[in-house]
């Protein structure tokens, strides 16, 4: 499988990354966990990185391109992937295409999680995350068990710096005007499906399935 995940911040498209990289032994491409990794690591990409991931905007293309080029080609190169929060432009997109064919490895299809804006804002306030394994709450929707606590490995929960009322609207804004253009892109190329995400998780990742396994 070869896929892209796209939708707006909070959509849920991380949680439901997770679930299908389980169910097709795929691997999950994150710029944000990769950008997040180099901000704690301190790498000279995360510094430049921190200022604009605090302020909601994009980091710039050539710190993010050279993040995925290299898990993409060279000899460690993974060919069962799916991308999560990259392409989040169309400089990015085109970019992508022209990696994918020189290795002779297109994209198979591109799944839009839908929803509605007016719910975003609550579903990221919401939004708790393990230290240690990286699986995803949500104190509204899909609460640890133990406020704090993850359910999977029992490591601390906590709320992203970039999760807060001031970048999540400006998240929003970006999204809007630079990722949004990318539904277009990707309808003409048509390789675009459309699943509604404003529903129960488990409902949500069984339609995508269903549209993976027509891919
Ligand atoms: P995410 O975890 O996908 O919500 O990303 C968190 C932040 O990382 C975003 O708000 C951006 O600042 C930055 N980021 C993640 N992916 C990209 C990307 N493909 N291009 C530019 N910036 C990105």
Redesign the pocket.
């Known amino acids: 499988m070869r896929i892209v995940m796209l939708g707006a911040?909070g959509c849920g498209k991380?949680t439901q990354t997770k679930l299908l990289t389980d169910k097709y032994d795929a691997v999950q491409l994150?710029?944000?966990?990769l950008?997040?990794a180099a901000v704690a690591a301190g790498t000279p990409a995360g510094l430049k990185?921190k200022a604009?991931?605090d302020a909601?905007?994009?980091?710039?293309?050539e710190?993010?391109l050279a993040l995925?080029h290299d898990r993409l080609t060279g000899p460690g190169a993974v060919s069962n992937f799916i991308l999560?929060?990259?392409?989040?432009?169309i400089v990015?997109a085109e970019a992508l295409d022209e990696l994918l064919k020189s290795v002779d490895q297109p994209l198979k299809g591109v799944i839009l999680v839908d929803v509605p804006s007016a719910e975003l804002s609550k579903r990221i306030a919401g939004r708790r995350i393990c230290r240690e394994c990286g699986a995803i709450y949500n104190i509204h929707f899909a609460p640890a068990s133990k406020e704090g606590v993850c359910d999977s490995c029992g490591g601390e929960t906590y709320q992203?710096s970039?999760d807060n009322e001031a970048?999540v609207t400006s998240?929003l804004q970006?999204y809007a005007d630079q990722t949004e253009p990318l539904i277009g892109f990707y309808e003409s190329a048509g390789l675009l499906k459309k699943v509604a995400g404003n529903a129960d998780p488990a409902d949500v990742f069984a339609n995508i399935c269903t549209l993976v396994d027509q891919l």
């Open positions: 911040p991380g994150s710029t944000g966990d950008l997040r990185a604009a991931m909601g905007d994009l980091v710039s293309d710190i993010v995925i999560d929060g990259f392409p989040r432009n990015q992203r970039d970048t998240r970006t």
